[in-house]
Structures are given as structure tokens and as C-alpha cells.
């Protein structure tokens, strides 16, 4: 079955950096997409970015666009979110997700990683 862990998240002073890890497990990493998402107290789960599978496109929502670059390694089996320039309102709960298609609508991301927290002090 699939399988996705998260890593990286932790405490960061606002304006500051950190890169977020999901390692993928029990199929072909390299032919669907990957995705990151994320969830705030008392709010809905977000769409971040998709990588889709096989070209590499990439997609961003409006609020992480030119700060948050997501990418793989097929080589490793491995999604990355690198978030920069961090403000506390990214501050959540950071999902790993992957789906059965190379490209995926927000909708269709079947998988789910277990979250990392991000926390971003003013």
C-alpha cells in the first residue's frame, strides 16, 4: 500500500526558512503526482502545491506563490516543500498527499501522510 512520511517541519522565526521532506513507499513514485497541503486551527484543509508525475509540472496556491517551491527526486522516492520567506500565518499542520493519476485535482488526492507542524513566530 501507499505510504508517505513527512519530516521537517518545527518552530521558525518569521521571514526564515524550512524545507519539508515526504518519502514515499509501495508503488512507482516517479509516474503520479504529489502534493502538500495544509490545515490551521479551526480552519479547513488547503491545497499548497502539486508536482505532478512523469513532467514535473508544478501548481501553487495564490498565498504560498514566489515563497514555497515544491519538488522530487524520483531517485529517492522523495517530494520536498522549501518554504521561504515564512510568515506566521503559514503556521499549520503540513500533509504529504499523492493520488492515482499523474495529474490530480484537489479532490482526487487519495493518500495522506500524518502532518508535520509548521509553527512561524512573529
Known amino acids: 500500500q501507499v505510504q508517505l512520511v513527512e519530516s521537517g517541519g518545527g518552530l521558525v522565526q518569521a521571514g526564515g526558512s524550512l524545507r519539508l521532506s515526504c518519502a514515499a513507499s509501495?508503488?512507482?513514485?516517479?509516474?503520479?503526482?504529489m502534493g502538500w497541503f495544509r490545515q490551521a486551527p479551526g480552519k479547513e484543509r488547503e491545497f499548497v502545491a502539486q508536482?505532478?508525475?512523469?513532467?514535473?509540472?508544478?501548481y501553487y496556491a495564490d498565498s504560498v506563490k514566489g515563497r514555497f517551491t515544491i519538488s522530487r527526486d524520483n531517485t529517492k522516492n522523495t517530494v520536498y516543500l522549501q518554504m521561504n520567506s515564512l510568515k506566521p500565518e503559514d503556521t499549520a499542520v503540513y500533509y504529504c498527499?499523492?493520488?492515482?493519476?499523474?495529474?490530480?485535482?484537489?479532490?482526487?488526492?487519495?493518500?495522506w501522510g500524518q502532518g508535520t507542524q509548521v509553527t512561524v513566530s512573529s
Open positions: 509501495g508503488r512507482t513514485f516517479s509516474m503520479y503526482a
Open positions: 498527499a499523492s493520488g492515482d493519476g499523474s495529474t490530480l485535482s484537489t479532490y482526487e488526492f487519495a493518500y
Open positions: 508536482i505532478t508525475g512523469n513532467d514535473g509540472r508544478t
